[in-house]
């Protein structure tokens, strides 16, 4: 016997299992909309501010700096380019030379005569907070102006690139940070930048594919920073990174032994000398040259430092290092 598949009677019985979700308040529904509306804002606001730059190495991103053309990126996006092109919002293309960069800090400048694109808002890096919405714009995969958004996951990290470079007090982010976003903007809500998206979290448990969810970006405060000083004198010439004046290379046996000292350094000046090994820094175990600069990368110059060596002999000592600046030229 088949049954009617409608039903006339105005009462519904319930089904055991099915679980009826109950009505969205209309106050949550209202803050939904009102966070849709100003993520809307957010990147209509921002997008302008954002271009994509080509080289004849690969695709990343960039951020106006400035009303004359300036636009600033990771050094890793323009290192070793013979051709520049910046390609903005507006989808004109422009070549772009480059001003300066500064490896340390993986941050560049490039200048683009005629660009006529909004400069976008600094906000300071400093008042960041865990759990801060975080928005994402640039050019992954050279899909132009594309948007993640996450949270603010972390501050003050130090984090180090695949060629060695260590770079200190990063935000790390949950906003989605692929190939090409480099370079790009990581905004707040009001549409201000809080940092460079620069790179992802690698899982080797994933072959080294990228970790979901965990990237870094470069404080705003330090692009402001260093993006000033390139502009004006083409170089850095106020790193605020410390420097312990060695060349060195990771030990065999674990630890980084020193090839070279620069004459007046402050590895010099404390008596440091070439095949003396580092096995830790204020009590802080030294196993590579990478644990080395890790290291260094979060402290400051005109600081004082304990350093644990063993000697060509076999001897061992503790020697207090002065640490100094950077050089940045």
């Given at each position: 016997?088949?049954?009617?598949?409608?039903?006339?009677?105005?009462?519904?019985?319930?089904?055991?299992?099915?679980?009826?979700?109950?009505?969205?308040?209309?106050?949550?529904?209202?803050?939904?909309?009102?966070?849709?509306?100003?993520?809307?804002?957010?990147?209509?606001?921002?997008?302008?501010?954002?271009?994509?730059?080509?080289t004849?190495l690969?695709?990343?991103?960039?951020?106006?700096?400035?009303?004359?053309?300036?636009?600033?990126?990771?050094?890793?996006?323009?290192?070793?380019?013979?051709?520049?092109?910046?390609?903005?919002?507006?989808?004109?293309?422009?070549?772009?030379?480059?001003?300066?960069?500064?490896?340390?800090?993986?941050?560049?400048?490039?200048?683009?005569?005629?660009?006529?694109?909004?400069?976008?808002?600094?906000?300071?890096?400093g008042?960041?907070q865990?759990?801060?919405?975080?928005?994402?714009?640039?050019?992954?995969?050279?899909?132009?102006?594309?948007?993640?958004?996450?949270?603010?996951?972390?501050?003050?990290?130090?984090?180090?690139?695949?060629?060695?470079?260590?770079?200190?007090?990063?935000?790390?982010?949950?906003a989605?940070?692929?190939?090409?976003?480099?370079?790009?903007?990581?905004?707040?809500?009001?549409?201000?930048?809080?940092?460079?998206?620069?790179?992802?979290?690698?899982?080797?448990?994933?072959?080294?594919?990228?970790?979901?969810?965990?990237?870094?970006?470069?404080?705003?405060?330090?692009?402001?920073?260093?993006?000033?000083?390139?502009?004006?004198?083409?170089?850095?010439?106020?790193?605020?990174?410390?420097?312990?004046?060695?060349?060195?290379?990771?030990?065999?046996?674990?630890?980084?032994?020193?090839?070279?000292?620069?004459?007046?350094?402050?590895?010099?000046?404390?008596g440091?000398?070439?095949?003396?090994?580092?096995?830790?820094?204020?009590?802080?175990?030294?196993?590579?040259?990478?644990?080395?600069?890790?290291?260094?990368?979060?402290?400051?110059?005109?600081?004082?430092?304990?350093?644990?060596?063993?000697?060509?002999?076999?001897?061992?000592?503790?020697?207090?290092?002065?640490?100094?600046?950077?050089?940045?030229?």
């Open positions: 016997m088949l049954s009617a598949c409608s039903s006339t009677s105005t009462s519904k019985t319930p089904v055991a299992g099915i679980v009826t979700a109950p009505p969205i308040p209309n106050s949550v529904a209202g803050s939904a909309s009102a966070l849709q509306n100003d993520f809307r804002a957010v990147v209509t606001r921002v997008r302008p501010s954002v271009v994509l730059i080509e004849d690969g695709l990343g991103s960039g951020v106006v700096f400035d009303t004359s053309g300036d636009v600033v990126t990771n050094n890793h996006v323009v290192e070793g380019a013979q051709m520049l092109q910046v390609t903005g919002y507006d989808g004109k293309k422009h070549d772009a030379t480059l001003v300066g960069s500064f490896a340390q800090d993986d941050l560049a400048v490039v200048h683009v005569g005629g660009l006529g694109l909004p400069a976008i808002a600094f906000a300071d890096s008042k960041l865990v759990g801060d919405i975080a928005i994402a714009i640039g050019n992954p995969l050279g899909l132009q102006s594309s948007v993640t958004e996450g949270i603010v996951s972390g501050t003050g990290r130090t984090v180090s690139e695949q060629n060695g470079v260590a770079l200190p007090d990063v935000v790390q982010t949950s989605a940070i692929n190939p090409g976003n480099s370079g790009g903007a990581l905004v707040d809500l009001n549409g201000s930048l809080i940092g460079i998206p620069t790179l992802a979290a690698v899982d080797q448990q994933l072959g080294g594919g990228a970790a979901p969810g965990i990237g870094f970006a470069i404080p705003s405060d330090t692009v402001k920073d260093i993006a000033s000083q390139l502009v004006q004198y083409g170089k850095v010439v106020n790193t605020h990174r410390a420097y312990l004046g060695i060349q060195a290379a990771t030990s065999f046996g674990g630890g980084v032994v020193i090839s070279d000292v620069v004459v007046g350094g402050p590895a010099a000046q404390a440091l000398t070439a095949g003396d090994e580092i096995t830790s820094v204020n009590g802080q175990a030294v196993q590579s040259l990478d644990d080395l600069d890790t290291v260094l990368a979060s402290l400051s110059p005109g600081q004082k430092i304990v350093v644990a060596v063993t000697h060509p002999d076999g001897s061992t000592a503790t020697v207090s290092v002065m640490l100094g600046q950077l050089p940045g030229g």
